[in-house]
């Protein structure tokens, strides 16, 4: 039986883990197996960096045993690097999507959009085009920039099926807040916790290539802040919503540690994670 509050973390293949979330003697090759002991969510984010393949996501479901629902980062030739070609990207991406889809253990498709991508014309028209070509897909969308943080984008989204991811970042200029704010829309409500770490967001050693080094992301909640998500899960699931939550605070295992907690919460606040 599947649950409809998912539950996770933003990867999983950190060997820095071991002694903190995985067993200090587990084998990296087991590390999968037993994080699908622990939740029933996992967003990969590897393809952003590398186009997947579907033997690959596959492989995800198979090592797991079909105990996971996977959120998959989209492409960074969709999103970040966006040619006159991103067609032939979208159409691999899909294809690679295909399995999981097939087996109903997709539970997202994460278009995470960087600071850069303004709230234009063009990148309007980009958005709408992109989410035409995943319409038979689960899409949620994440904007880093808060020039998105509009009713009318918000209903755009709805109308196509597509949620808007609720973030929780630093309260720094141009970015988003994750509160009341950005409402959950379209079929999904999708909650990434990055952490709250100000003086580490923005430097420089975060940025090379666009890939963002961990330091922005190490972070470990409080109980106080923990317990602060707890109403905005309840929110987004007493909307009738698949409710996926996910911790992107990776560093040092605070991320695999603050999922486990939140998930104890949610059960003391009877929202019971079944698999």
Known sequence: MKSNILLGTSGYDYPEWKGVFYPADLKRKDFLCYYATKFNALELNNTFYNMPTADRLLSFYERSE???????????????????????????????????????????????????????????????????????????????????????????????????????????????????????????????????????????????DGKNGSGRYRYDYSEEELASFVPVVRRAASEGRKTAVFFNNHPDGSGALNARRLGEMLVAKEYKLVR
């Not at 709805?158 to 079929?187: H, I, Q, W, Y």
């Open 66 to 208: 079909g105990k996971l629902e996977f959120s998959i980062k989209a492409n960074r030739f969709l999103t970040h690097e966006i040619t006159g070609q991103w067609q032939n990207a979208a159409k691999d991406f899909k294809t690679a999507l295909n399995p999981l889809l097939e087996k109903d253990r997709l539970c997202a498709v994460l278009f995470q959009f960087p600071q850069s991508f303004h709230y234009t014309k063009e990148n309007r028209i980009y958005l709408a085009d992109l989410l035409a070509e995943f319409q038979n897909f689960p899409c949620v969308v994440e904007f880093r920039h808060a020039e998105w943080i509009r009713e009318s984008v918000f209903a755009g989204l709805d109308e196509r099926g597509t949620g808007v991811v609720f973030c929780d970042m630093p309260r720094l200029r141009n970015l988003p807040a994750g509160s009341s704010a950005t409402p959950f829309v379209g079929k999904t409500a999708y909650i990434r916790l990055h952490g709250r770490n100000e003086e580490a967001w923005y430097n420089s050693d975060n940025e090379p």
